[in-house]
């Protein structure tokens, strides 16, 4: 199974910010990492799919990244918004089970 | 628009079993696989099992697999997931969510880009 970390677990930051999430995976999965928003009480949404395409309809400031090994990815927030405070999750879809990261919750 | 809408959660004993409901529409489901997420309260989110789009492979989480079955009726835009041997440690928010492809490669599993409200399935006696 490949486990995912993401760190990181929470983060604290202000209106304004930039913001990093990382996602580390125990083996390579190409470009198959997805990331997620979810708020409380609601759905996740999808931010980003194949580590670095941004979903019709979210906000340029999120962007993401991987690197050249396929273990290494990132979530960029440009500039956080208040609407932006919410736990992220990173997830691959390189091969069943299809594992998400254990999340991280930004907080203001 | 797009939208999931599932149905069937509620309080079921240690044992028993439930047949959840996903039921879809803004899209042509019979062209797209088809996944359902859990989440345990306060926790985070758990792949449970996805179906591709004409129903011919299935794949399940290990905490699952033997007790839980993935099906779809194509000509009635429904996904449907029946829970046997319920556990507590299955109580959770349970998400169906559409799968998208990766157009290059054809691999229909790549993002999940539509997810339901959930249902929640409390498992206790």
């Known amino acids: 199974d490949i486990h995912l970390t993401q760190s990181p677990s929470s983060l604290s930051a202000s209106v304004g910010d930039r913001v990093i999430i990382t996602c580390r995976a125990t083996?390579?999965?190409?470009?198959?990492l997805n990331w997620y928003q979810q708020k409380p009480g609601k759905a996740p949404k999808l931010l980003i799919y194949?580590?670095?395409?941004?979903e019709s309809g979210v906000p340029s400031r999120f962007s993401g990244s991987g690197s050249g090994s396929g273990t290494d990815f990132t979530l960029t927030i440009s500039t956080l918004q208040p609407e932006d405070f919410a736990t992220y999750y990173c997830q691959q879809t390189y091969s069943t089970p299809y594992t998400f990261g254990q999340g991280t919750k930004l907080e203001i | 628009e797009v939208q999931l809408v599932e149905s069937g959660g509620t309080l079921v004993q240690p044992g028993g079993s439930l047949r959840l409901s996903c039921a879809v529409s803004g899209f042509t489901f019979s062209n797209y696989a088809m996944n359902w997420v859990r989440q345990a309260p306060g926790k985070g989110l758990e792949w449970v099992s996805s179906m591709t789009e004409s129903g011919d492979n299935t794949f399940y989480a290990d905490s699952v697999k033997g007790r839980f079955t993935i099906s779809r009726d194509n000509s009635k835009n429904t996904l449907f997931l029946q829970m046997n041997s319920l556990r507590a440690e299955d109580t959770a928010v349970y998400y169906c969510a559409k799968a998208s492809p990766d157009v290059l490669t054809g691999y229909s599993l790549y993002y999940f880009d539509y997810w339901g409200l959930g249902t929640l399935v409390t498992v206790s006696s």
């Open positions: 083996q390579s999965m190409h470009r198959y």
């Open positions: 194949a580590a670095s395409s941004l």
